[in-house]
């Protein structure tokens, strides 16, 4: 019954993608800069038959209607069309990328959580504590630091002062690692590759703190307000008559319940997450989509840009419906 | 069994101390069911929570011994509370709905103050029973008795409800299965039916008439309806801003009431008669406690049969007969002496 409805839910997602394409091919070509003339400044003097030649490869010369019908055919077939700048399937670099930004998402992601929870959790039952202000004033801080800046202040520190951390790149040049998923850190468990594990996650860390730092605060900041409105509620009272002690009551009554306005937030934050990772993958030099598209943007690329946007969009889309799917497992008064 | 006395629950607050609960004396024998009755804000419930010691802070019991079994609870270290909480003392709260945890089973919520005091923990050696099959199993069936016994139909379907999918009324019967689920020695019944409607009222209070007979629990029912007060206790206290007013047999108080307020209480419950007659209402609201540090009867103001001096002096409780305590100027002897 439950998987019917998920499956409802999931196909109903199809006609939201449909209109970001949509939205995202138009945009694109609203936008001033004529691709083919980046392309030719490139290559310097440059005839107009050239020119006229290029335009056809990517259709450029066609009406606006028939160029979106092309590129939905395309859609359909999986085929997202042809790197402008690099003349490499879309589809092709998207799948080059791509583990390489959902591994320092879920960095960001778990550094995040691990973070906040907890502090949310202690400082709402210690509301007003000097733990509770230390917290929300770190956190403030938090929110208000730029993802660029603390990422270059954390460099400094670990890796040019320290000497802790790397700052560039996922692995180190002297290590090998056999590519299986694209995933270093499953590629390296899965090898048995101890060395290249240790070396993977070490230059996971920075730019997971630098991406997920901003994540964190703000999930601290819900937790602890969602808390503190259960910690009000009748039934933690009931709990307590019951004879649990107060932690074990936070634990095994509080926290599922403060649990839904945090994971609304956390679905929200994705986008963010994948928003934000074209910053910092560009100060940690980190070959994930957040680069890619940076590059694609200023080349104007549209069939790269296309196709990396609108991977976005399912991955955000996708991400709100986990998180509509998840409420229905917390609170069984939320149906599909 | 239970013996309150001098309790006193302050709140600070900003415009000063609020006395919740101002030196009340009761007690209650095994299985006798004592009625708290009272208007809103009078103290009631904080009597309930400071005997469990609950009280929510910044609040707290300020003074006074609440002696129960010869122990007073004023002493015992919160791990000795923890274990007297839902196995000695049991609470039924006001409002079911909020009551019950939204997000797990009912039958869960019935078993877990089994599994929290240990109620069939087995002795088995490590490991022979890792997942503790046998005592979830004899926790289930104890479950499903106590749904039976509280009346709630087809337990072993309801059992994996969740609360939304429960009435009010089975939804305190729920609540009443958890309270009753260690067999507890005396009972804290908040208003078990003020979110209610009548008949169902009825039925919970019946309920709790059948627990008290069976299993001897003494019970003290919180309660602003004199009249359920006067059908199901043995004895009645009346409360007024936070302070015992009135204390009896419940006959003795209802036939022959002593004190003007609980004179005001019962002429202000209504009766089905032929004859259309305004209700008689006492006048005024209960007073704000924050500004409440003067001497005198609090009930000064909204009393009918009010003297000059009830406002001069404090006023003790007074045995005007074996058992009956007032608070009254009218009943005291020594209320003139006391101001010194």
């Given at each position: 019954m439950k998987g019917i409805k998920i499956l409802e839910r999931l196909i109903a997602t199809?006609?939201?993608?449909?209109?970001?394409?949509?939205?995202?091919?138009?945009?694109?070509?609203?936008?001033?800069?004529?691709?083919?003339?980046?392309?030719?400044?490139?290559?310097?003097?440059?005839?107009?038959?050239?020119?006229?030649?290029?335009?056809?490869?990517?259709?450029?010369?066609?009406?606006?209607?028939?160029?979106?019908?092309?590129?939905?055919?395309?859609?359909?077939?999986?085929?997202?069309?042809?790197?402008?700048?690099?003349?490499?399937?879309?589809?092709?670099?998207?799948?080059?990328?791509?583990?390489?930004?959902?591994?320092?998402?879920?960095?960001?992601?778990?550094?995040?959580?691990?973070?906040?929870?907890?502090?949310?959790?202690?400082?709402?039952?210690?509301?007003?504590?000097?733990?509770?202000?230390?917290?929300m004033a770190v956190s403030f801080v938090g929110i208000s630091m730029p993802a660029f800046w603390l990422g270059i202040v954390l460099i400094i520190l670990f890796s040019v002062n320290l000497n802790l951390l790397p700052s560039q790149s996922r692995l180190s040049h002297m290590i090998n690692l056999q590519h299986i998923t694209g995933f270093y850190i499953i590629d390296s468990i899965l090898t048995g590759n101890m060395p290249a594990l240790i070396n993977a996650l070490k230059h996971l860390f920075l730019p997971s703190i630098t991406l997920g730092a901003s994540m964190a605060a703000i999930i601290a900041r819900v937790m602890r307000s969602s808390m503190l409105e259960v910690l009000k509620q009748d039934y933690v009272m009931l709990a307590r008559a019951k004879g649990l002690s107060k932690w074990m009551v936070v634990i095994k009554h509080c926290i599922k319940n403060a649990m839904m306005p945090t994971i609304t937030v956390v679905g929200m934050q994705v986008g963010v997450l994948l928003g934000g990772n074209m910053i910092v993958e560009s100060v940690f030099g980190w070959p994930g989509l957040g680069r890619l598209v940076v590059d694609a943007i200023f080349n104007r690329d549209y069939p790269l840009v296309q196709g990396v946007v609108m991977f976005y969009a399912i991955i955000f889309v996708l991400a709100n419906f986990t998180v509509d799917v998840i409420y229905t497992y917390i609170n069984p008064k939320i149906e599909l | 069994m239970l013996n309150v006395k001098n309790l006193k629950t302050i709140f600070p607050t900003d415009r000063g101390i609020v006395k919740a609960v101002d030196g009340v004396d009761f007690s209650l024998k095994h299985g006798e069911i004592v009625g708290l009755v009272g208007e809103s804000g009078s103290g009631k419930s904080m009597t309930m929570l400071s005997i469990l010691r609950l009280v929510p802070p910044p609040g707290r019991v300020d003074n006074g011994e609440i002696i129960f079994e010869g122990k007073n609870l004023g002493?015992?270290?919160?791990?000795?509370?923890?274990?007297?909480?839902?196995?000695?003392?049991?609470?039924?709260?006001?409002?079911?709905?909020?009551?019950?945890?939204?997000?797990?089973k009912i039958g869960e919520q019935i078993r877990e103050s089994m599994r929290i005091h240990g109620l069939f923990k087995e002795n088995e050696v490590f490991f022979r029973d890792l997942f503790k099959k046998k005592q979830k199993a004899k926790e289930y069936n104890r479950a499903i008795e106590l749904m039976k016994e509280v009346g709630i139909p087809a337990p072993h379907l309801r059992y994996n409800d969740y609360p939304h999918q429960f009435s009010g009324g089975m939804q305190q019967r729920a609540l009443i299965a958890i309270a009753l689920a260690c067999e507890p020695k005396l009972l804290l019944a908040d208003e078990p039916t003020t979110a209610l409607d009548v008949t169902i009222q009825a039925q919970i209070l019946e309920l709790l008439k059948k627990v008290n007979k069976i299993h001897r629990t003494s019970i003290i029912l919180v309660t602003h309806d004199l009249a359920v007060a006067a059908e199901f206790c043995h004895e009645i206290a009346v409360m007024y801003a936070g302070k015992i007013v009135e204390r009896g047999p419940v006959d003795k108080v209802i036939e022959n009431p002593k004190h003007p307020y609980t004179k005001g209480l019962l002429a202000s419950i209504p009766k089905i008669t032929k004859v259309k007659k305004k209700i008689k209402a006492i006048p005024g609201n209960v007073p704000d406690l924050a500004g409440l540090d003067k001497t005198g009867c609090a009930f000064f103001d909204r009393c009918d049969e009010v003297v000059p001096r009830c406002k001069e002096v404090e006023i003790p409780m007074e045995e005007v007969r074996p058992g009956e305590f007032v608070r009254c100027i009218h009943y005291t002897s020594k209320g003139v002496r006391a101001s010194g």
């Open positions: 199809i006609p939201v993608v449909l209109g970001i394409a949509i939205i995202v091919f138009l945009f694109m070509r609203l936008t001033p800069g004529d691709p083919v003339d980046i392309m030719m400044g490139k290559a310097g003097m440059v005839t107009e038959a050239e020119i006229e030649a290029l335009q056809r490869e990517f259709n450029l010369n066609e009406p606006l209607h028939v160029q979106l019908f092309l590129f939905f055919k395309g859609l359909l077939a999986g085929d997202l069309g042809n790197s402008m700048a690099r003349g490499v399937p879309v589809t092709k670099l998207i799948k080059d990328t791509l583990p390489a930004t959902i591994e320092l998402a879920g960095g960001a992601l778990i550094f995040a959580l691990i973070i906040a929870l907890p502090i949310g959790i202690i400082s709402a039952v210690k509301q007003n504590s000097y733990i509770d202000k230390a917290a | 002493d015992a270290s919160p791990r000795e509370m923890m274990r007297i909480r839902g196995k000695e003392i049991a609470m039924i709260f006001q409002d079911p709905m909020t009551t019950l945890n939204p997000v797990f």
